[in-house]
């Protein structure tokens, strides 16, 4: 089964990234999580990621780092893929949710 929308009780069609975004806007805004495009340096098992910080040092994260979902598991994006990932600034976690083209 599909994620269900709040308001309409509908499900939210397209990719996890699609949905995620679509529950986000159905359930209000969160300033303090972020959506961002990282570039995948080390492939599965031990996937490393860079995330683009816009200052002068990258922010590299190690497998240690993240939560990687099932869809991305499957997928096992090679070094050089770009993923999506949601960060929680207040815990510092990084959920790896889906593949980017």
């Given at each position: 089964?599909g994620v269900?929308?709040?308001?309409s009780?509908l499900?939210?069609?397209g990719?996890p ?22 570039r ?5 098992p ?9 200052e ?12 990687i979902?099932?869809?991305?598991l499957?997928?096992n ?8 990932v ?12 889906d593949?980017?083209?």
């Amino acid at each position: 089964m599909g994620v269900m929308g709040k308001k309409s009780g509908l499900p939210v069609e397209g990719s996890p990234a699609s949905q995620m975004v679509a529950l986000m806007s159905n359930f209000g805004h969160n300033k303090d999580v972020t959506i961002e495009v990282a570039r995948v340096t080390a492939p599965l098992p031990d996937m490393k990621i860079v995330l683009q910080t816009g200052e002068d040092d990258d922010l590299e994260l190690d497998r240690d780092d993240m939560v990687i979902s099932g869809t991305v598991l499957k997928a096992n994006p090679p070094a050089g893929a770009y993923v999506i990932v949601i960060g929680d600034d207040d815990t510092d976690e990084f959920f790896v949710m889906d593949t980017a083209n």
